[in-house]
């Protein structure tokens, strides 16, 4: 099995659910890309508010 990104075991700690469940998310791009848009802007406007240094 191939060595999981940052991106998975982010998901995976999030869900909780594990691999099976990541990898289905993974594989669904619409649902990967609303997601990684949701996350990006969570953590922008974190950053713009001085909560992430």
Same mark, same amino acid.
């Not at 999981?4 to 993974?26: F, N, R, S």
């Given at each position: 099995?191939?060595?999981?990104?940052?991106?998975?075991?982010?998901?995976?700690? %999030?869900?909780?659910?594990? &691999?099976? +469940?990541?990898?289905?998310?993974?594989?669904?791009?619409?649902?990967?890309?609303? %997601?990684?848009?949701?996350? &990006?802007? +969570?953590?922008?406007?974190?950053?713009?508010?001085?909560?992430?240094?």
């Amino acid at each position: 099995m191939a060595e999981k990104t940052k991106a998975q075991k982010m998901l995976e700690v %999030i869900d909780g659910h594990g &691999t099976t +469940y990541v990898e289905g998310l993974i594989t669904d791009h619409e649902l990967c890309l609303m %997601i990684l848009n949701v996350v &990006t802007e +969570y953590l922008y406007n974190s950053m713009k508010m001085g909560k992430i240094s």
